[in-house]
């Protein structure tokens, strides 16, 4: 019986040993395995990439709309799919684009427009039109 006594013995106590080893080894990986998990609040991966994605469509929209409209807020996320025509401050936004300028927001024949003055087809209109320039250029000597 001392025997069994002193063997139980001996086992609580290896397993004690073991117990305080296991223990003060997961105490010390609890004690800096903070190092290895990411900081809380940052954000994963994944949502990385839709913040990603949304900055760039938001981008994508902004480089469409006027140079004054870049930055203005919108109403909501519900206006997104429908088409809405701003008038910042008294400003009259149109989706046309002029032939002439290249711009967006007016046409070609309108005030606003830096070249209404400038029409692309004119030398040629006046070329045809104008009598004097079919002689000179069949004969360059009779016009001075």
Known sequence: EKKQADRRKLRAQEQEEQLKASTSLSAKQ???SFLYQPPPGLPTPAQMKLEEKKKQEKAQEDALKPSYMKNAPSEGSYTKGLYIIPKPLGHVYKNVRCV?????????GERICPLINANPNDYFRQLI???V???SSHNPDLID
């Not at 002439?100 to 070609?108: E, M, N, V």
Request: hydrophobic share 20%.
């Open 133 to 135: 320039s079919s002689f």
């Open 100 to 108: 002439r300028c290249r711009h967006w927001g007016h046409q070609s």
């Open 30 to 32: 609890l004690s800096v």
């Open 129 to 131: 039109e104008d009598p």
